[in-house]
């Protein structure tokens, strides 16, 4: 493997566009504008999610299970890329960053190969993408922020409204929410307000991040025994706690013995 070391550095100054790596204990870690890690890489396991957060999202494949086009909005270092591309081979995958250094930096340190057929890195406004685009997806996934909080328009109840519209019918958002983020509830209702199929929240192992799934179509079964069931299955394929996801959806959405209820839900 073949890094740049001029990306190794420790914070320059304080500005919010400073784009910076950090190594420790074999994990490198993406920085942007702020000592908060964006993203990580464990050296010897590249294409391992080493953050919970990045875990956590994954857990749209127990009512997705086959993401056959996928858009990340917002790149980092590449993490939830390279996991699909690994694992999900004939996933078609695009994502928009709307800072070139982020690439670069993504390419140079964190093993995010160039474009192929399977993979395509545009640079550009994620919120203007997902609104002008007219391509579907299966899967739309959300994680952008800048320094220490979600980018605005990337929480915009418009940006929501268009996401709705570029997934297909059996199609799931998955938006990286910040708990302790002030807005944090208005957000989420913003995005309960674009998806009345419903959503599910999940939180993250690591207290703090909030996996939140939007449904174009509500799913057909959320019942714990079928999600239980899913969730062998998907750690088997791909290693990651499934069966740990579905006991954390206990944890801030409506349930009884047999099901999880959707949010907002009348049921």
């Known amino acids: 493997m073949k890094f740049i070391p001029r990306w190794r550095l420790r914070k320059p100054a304080e500005d919010e566009k400073t784009v910076y790596v950090s190594e420790r204990h074999g994990v490198r870690q993406l920085h942007i504008g702020s000592d908060t890690v964006q993203s990580a890489m464990r050296i010897a396991r590249p294409y391992d999610l080493e953050l919970a957060y990045t875990r956590s999202m994954m857990g749209f494949l127990l009512f997705r299970p086959v993401p056959r086009r996928v858009l990340f909005v917002g790149l980092g270092g590449g993490s939830l890329a390279k996991f699909i591309r690994h694992y999900f081979p004939e996933s078609l995958c695009e994502a928009i960053e709307i800072d070139p250094q982020v690439l670069t930096v993504a ?60 997934l297909s019918d059996g199609g799931v958002l998955v938006a990286n929410l910040w708990s302790g983020d002030r807005a944090f509830n208005e957000t989420l209702l913003r995005i309960e307000s674009a998806f009345p199929d419903g959503t599910l929240c999940l939180p993250a192992k690591k207290p703090g991040n909030v996996s939140a799934f939007a449904f174009r179509v509500a799913p057909a079964s959320i019942e714990w025994a079928t999600l239980e069931v899913e969730a062998e299955r998907l750690a088997a394929l791909c290693g990651l706690d499934f069966p740990d996801f579905v006991l954390a959806l206990r944890k801030m959405n409506r349930h009884d013995d047999e099901r999880v209820y959707l949010r907002p839900s009348a049921g």
Not at 107 to 126: E, H, K
């Open 107 to 166: 390419r140079q340190c964190f093993l995010l190969p160039d474009d192929d057929p399977g993979l395509t890195v545009s640079i550009g406004d994620g919120a203007e993408y997902v609104a002008q685009s007219g391509r579907q997806y299966d899967v739309i996934m959300v994680d952008g922020y800048e320094a220490e909080s979600p980018a605005e328009a990337l929480t915009s109840a418009a940006f929501y409204r268009d996401c709705h519209e570029r």
